[in-house]
Nanobody
Framework: QVQLVESGGGSVQAGGSLRLSCAVS????????MGWFRQSPGKEREGVAA???????AYADSVKGRFIISKDNAKSIIYLQMNSLNSANAAMYSC?????????????????WGQGARVTVSS
């Protein structure tokens, strides 16, 4: 069992940056891979970025070059640095954990979820 708590959401102007954090606690085995996902009203949840215990990363094409996923193992925190934000990036962002190692961005491949942090982007 693993617990996930997101923070860092808020409102930002288009072109700005925001960093989300996900504090992780619980079973270390259950978090071999971690991911960030987002969902906007009326849309399906989509994978944004993922990282595994060997620090391999994967990104959705729409965020490559703008978003960076990282982790601080000592603090048990997963970060999502989001740069050059636009209105399409506004959503509820959630972090997720799973005991499997291989990287995927499919939400159904992750077992544990946080409550989410809302990101709004104003033009």
């Amino acid at each position: 069992q693993v617990q996930l708590v997101e923070s860092g959401g808020g409102s930002v102007q288009a072109g700005g940056s925001l960093r989300l954090s996900c504090a992780v606690s619980g079973n270390t085995y259950s978090r071999n891979r971690m991911g960030w996902f987002r969902q906007s009203p009326g849309k399906e949840r989509e994978g944004v970025a993922a990282i595994n215990s060997d620090d391999y990363t994967a990104y959705a094409d729409s965020v490559k070059g703008r978003f960076i996923i990282s982790k601080d193992n000592a603090k048990s925190i997963i970060y999502l640095q989001m740069n050059s934000l636009n209105s399409a990036n506004a959503a509820m962002y959630s972090c997720a954990a799973d005991p499997r190692w291989y990287l995927v961005l499919a939400h159904f491949e992750f077992m544990s979820w946080g409550q989410g942090a809302r990101v709004t982007v104003s033009s």
